[in-house]
């Protein structure tokens, strides 16, 4: 199959290689699904992309690679967002993250928002996403590591913080200042190297190995139920899109 992956802080591509044999791309923005889906590919799958500073990707332009026939996959973080909010027409989703927006568990993309570096420094994270903190502290009440009560105090404190400020050091400076209970915050400081979940990995993991095993019986050719509408948004949109081409992106993306 020819697959397209926009992959950023959730997953190396080093890591990603050796699940999939894939085009890797930094994470989404705004067009970026346009322009490689004027290739014609078999699939293209989102777990990474852009917001805030940069347009988000449009889900205008994922409707419209799915009418071109093309497979469209989303999980862990904009993945999951996009594919929970076009699930209705087609778009599939896989993994926790997205079962769980799909399911109102999770209701807002601060949950999957991380801040990170750049491309040269590999995306690397310098905060930790809320559904990671949501994963382990309720894995670290399964271990008797904490009560359920403290897993509240502190989950309520990590959702209060805005996204790029999020990281466990600040969360057991936040616990100790509620007063919780110390020999828990030791403990889960202890057990965190080990016990820390890394939701948004996983489920971009699944993603991939799912994928990877599509391609050993291709698809047939996407159909959907709805007609696309050309509007008049839609052809501005098109017309604020340049014309690079899908193997410039890989090349950009590889240099």
Request: proline share 4%; with cysteine; aromatic share 8%.
């Amino acid at each position: 199959m020819n697959l397209f992956v926009f992959l950023g802080p959730t997953l190396t591509v080093r890591e990603a290689r050796r699940v999939l044999a894939a085009h890797y791309l930094p994470p989404v923005a705004q067009g970026d699904v346009l322009r490689v889906a004027r290739s014609k590919p078999d699939a293209l799958a989102i777990v990474d992309g852009y917001f805030e500073r940069v347009p988000a990707v449009w889900h205008k332009e994922i409707l419209w690679a799915m009418s071109q026939g093309i497979h469209v996959y989303g999980a862990a973080s904009m993945g999951a967002l996009r594919a929970a909010e076009l699930r209705a027409f087609g778009m599939v989703g896989v993994g926790q993250i997205y079962e769980d927006f799909v399911a109102g568990v999770l209701d807002a993309d601060d949950e999957v928002a991380v801040a990170h570096g750049s491309a040269s420094d590999d995306y690397r994270c310098v905060s930790d996403a809320m559904v990671n903190i949501r994963a382990t502290l309720a894995a670290a009440v399964r271990d008797g590591v904490i009560a359920e009560t403290t897993r509240g105090e502190l989950e309520r404190t990590a959702k209060a913080e805005f996204y790029p400020t999020r990281h466990y050091a600040l969360l057991f400076e936040q616990g100790r200042r509620l007063g919780l209970p110390q020999e828990e915050l030791a403990a889960l400081r202890s057990w965190l190297p080990r016990g820390r979940v890394d939701q948004k990995r996983l489920d971009a993991l699944a993603l991939l190995q799912r994928l990877a095993n599509l391609g050993r019986s291709p698809p047939s050719r996407k159909e959907v139920r709805y007609r696309f509408e050309h509007t008049d948004a839609w052809e501005a949109a098109l017309n604020a899109v340049d014309e690079t081409a899908p193997s410039d992106i890989v090349a950009d993306s590889a240099r």
